[in-house]
């Protein structure tokens, strides 16, 4: 029947996830207070075949232990380093390889022939669109092979509780499983919350998508987003602002649309585009440790966040819950940039403070059409949480000039973001480090690190007034020689570059770039400065840099 419309009901009404899991054991080690087994078992019935299912069981030696289920994305391989985390902290860990057959890999979920498009590396078309039904794609058979975790877990534990913890896509497969598999008790989701089949088409335009048999088809039986109606458990996402593929204002659609909204979290970090930060990871933890250990931990409200424009002046007014100690809060917010990914966050300034109530406010330059913002409220105890994003259509045109610094360390406010991140990160997502590094260079005064690629969106504010004459002035601090790499993306997909080679020196070094020395690969300079959208800064070591400005 391939043009019936599954919903997450019809398409998951009766599915059998009792079949015997004939488990296989490859390796067994101790690790801590836990053994860890490397296992295959058995999934779901295809023709005569069964799925072969993949995965890493850490079973603490202490009984009545829960158990958290990791879902990783659907193109990575599964992280043992995440799995040794979590086990530290005394839960039972599962994770189980959704991604299939791949190159390099010598053991990996088998799917049968007959749903070969189950291995992401062959998924063909069924990932994005769904041409006969919701069940004959992959998502379908990256959800059974989550259920039969469920099983998995359930037949060695019956009384324990159940968590998930889903990264990326295989968050969105997270949501699929705990909307219709009443035997989690509760759920983590990285990045992933629906809206795919919206992709590219940004919230707050008017532009719609066409919703033809095979779009509603994808909406009503794949999207997460569809799923987040049968969700009755408590609920904890995390996500980044400029992800380039996770959108989170539409994460915050999906979020709205949880039954218990009194047991739903979220938090986003916009220093980083693809990993979460050391809070992000705090409140995983605490999360799981309350509702599946029991442990007597009071978790944060959602931040509220309202927003009054007073002619070239914005105000925003948090309000948060002091439950425990309050390390800081802040307000992001962007002006006019309909594309999530390429959002500018500026930090307005606090003017008022009052017993878990604060206002800032933030002057607008130029002309501003709409503005959107949120709050990010984090504890002494590592947590944070963030408010839904506001927006606000304005249409004031300021005489106010946008201002050319991107970095400077004597008000810590910085639009560069962390584009590539370095350092090591737990399930392909999570750091225990800061991501936005400040390293103390002479004279006490702080600088930006170049460690990790940075880059900002901030230049494309003002690109409409640069030129061959225009120029990029930094201060700069490194002890041994080194050298800077500065990149301008455009729209049309050039990359212009510009390298400065430093003396490793004692002290703050001035330097300026001119525009006229940026040059494409072939050596083609930048002929409209129109179409360019970032800026990017790179070092081969770990240089500092402040006092960043465009000119």
């Known amino acids: 029947m391939a043009n019936e419309i599954l919903t997450p009901i019809t398409l998951w009404e009766g599915f059998d996830d009792t079949l015997p899991l004939k488990e296989t054991v490859l390796k067994s080690e101790t690790i801590g207070s836990a053994v860890f087994n490397y296992v295959y078992f058995s999934g779901r019935q295809v023709g005569k075949s069964r799925v072969r299912i993949y995965g890493v069981y850490a079973k603490q030696k202490k009984p009545k232990s829960d158990t958290i289920i990791i879902l990783p994305s659907v193109s990575d391989a599964f992280d043992v380093d995440l799995v040794s985390y979590y086990s530290n902290l005394?839960?039972?860990?599962?994770?189980?390889d959704l991604c299939g057959k791949r190159d390099g890999a010598t053991d990996f979920t088998v799917y049968p022939e007959d749903i070969s498009y189950a291995n992401f590396n062959t998924r063909g078309t069924t990932?994005?669109?769904?041409?006969?039904?919701?069940?004959?794609?992959?998502?379908?058979?990256?959800?059974?092979?989550?259920?039969?975790?469920?099983s998995y877990a359930k037949a060695d534990n019956p009384n324990g509780k159940i968590g998930v913890l889903g990264l990326k896509h295989g968050a969105n497969v997270a949501w699929?499983?705990?909307?219709?598999?009443?035997?989690?008790?509760?759920?983590?989701?990285a990045y992933g919350a629906g809206w795919l089949a919206y992709k590219g088409v940004n919230k707050f335009t008017q532009e719609e998508i066409q919703l033809d048999d095979e779009r509603c088809?994808?909406?009503?039986?794949?999207?997460?987003?569809?799923?987040?109606?049968?969700?009755?458990?408590?609920?904890?996402?995390?996500?980044?602002?400029?992800?380039?593929?996770?959108?989170?204002?539409?994460?915050?659609?999906?979020?709205?649309?949880?039954?218990?909204?009194?047991?739903?979290w979220h938090n986003f970090v916009n220093s980083s585009v693809d990993t979460l930060d050391e809070y992000c990871l705090a409140d995983v933890n605490y999360f799981f440790l309350k509702h599946l250990s029991g442990k007597?931990?009071?978790?944060?409200?959602?931040?509220?966040l309202s927003v009054e424009v007073d002619g070239e002046d914005v105000y925003y007014t948090v309000e948060y819950s002091n439950f425990d100690e309050v390390k800081s809060v802040q307000v992001y917010a962007s002006s006019n940039d309909y594309e999530p990914n390429k959002r500018v966050w500026f930090m307005p300034v606090q003017v008022d403070s009052e017993d878990c109530k604060?206002?800032?406010?933030?002057?607008?330059?130029?002309?501003?059409?709409?503005?959107?913002?949120?709050?990010?409220?984090?504890?002494?105890?590592?947590?944070?949480?963030?408010?839904?994003?506001?927006?606000?259509?304005?249409?004031?045109n300021s005489n106010s000039k946008i201002p050319s610094v991107i970095f400077s360390s004597s008000r810590l406010m910085t639009t560069f973001i962390i584009d590539k991140f370095s350092g090591?990160?737990?399930?392909?997502?999570?750091?225990?480090?800061?991501?936005?590094?400040?390293?103390?260079?002479?004279?006490?005064?702080?600088?930006?690190?170049?460690?990790?690629?940075?880059?900002?969106?901030?230049?494309?504010?003002?690109?409409?007034?640069?030129?061959?004459?225009?120029?990029?002035?930094?201060?700069?601090?490194?002890?041994?020689?080194?050298?800077?790499?500065?990149?301008?993306?455009?729209?049309?997909?050039?990359?212009?570059?510009?390298?400065?080679?430093?003396?490793?020196?004692?002290?703050w070094q001035n330097v300026t770039v001119e525009f006229n020395e940026f040059k494409t690969e072939i050596g083609m300079p930048i002929k409209n400065f129109d179409d360019i959208y970032s800026i990017a800064v790179s070092s081969k070591g770990n240089v500092a840099i402040n006092n960043f400005l465009i000119l």
């Not at 005394?90 to 189980?96: A, H, I, K, W």
């Open 217 to 264: 088809k994808f909406i009503a039986g794949v999207d997460a987003h569809s799923y987040a109606q049968l969700v009755k458990v408590p609920v904890l996402y995390l996500g980044a602002t400029n992800s380039y593929e996770f959108d989170a204002e539409r994460a915050v659609d999906t979020l709205q649309r949880v039954n218990n909204q009194n047991k739903c």
């Open 127 to 150: 990932m994005d669109f769904v041409d006969k039904t919701a069940k004959e794609t992959c998502w379908y058979e990256w959800c059974a092979v989550a259920r039969y975790a469920v």
């Open 358 to 396: 604060i206002t800032f406010k933030r002057r607008l330059y130029g002309f501003v059409d709409f503005d959107i913002a949120y709050a990010v409220v984090k504890y002494k105890n590592g947590m944070a949480v963030s408010s839904k994003f506001s927006f606000e259509k304005i249409e004031v």
């Open 296 to 304: 007597r931990i009071k978790l944060p409200t959602t931040p509220k």
């Open 424 to 507: 090591k990160r737990l399930g392909n997502v999570f750091t225990k480090e800061k991501l936005r590094e400040y390293v103390s260079g002479p004279l006490g005064i702080l600088g930006i690190s170049t460690k990790n690629t940075i880059s900002s969106y901030a230049i494309k504010n003002f690109a409409s007034t640069l030129s061959d004459s225009s120029f990029i002035k930094f201060d700069s601090f490194t002890p041994i020689s080194d050298t800077v790499t500065i990149k301008l993306l455009s729209s049309n997909g050039f990359e212009y570059v510009s390298t400065v080679n430093l003396a490793g020196q004692n002290s």
């Open 176 to 189: 699929q499983l705990v909307g219709t598999d009443d035997r989690v008790s509760a759920a983590a989701f």
């Open 90 to 96: 005394g839960f039972n860990v599962l994770t189980v």
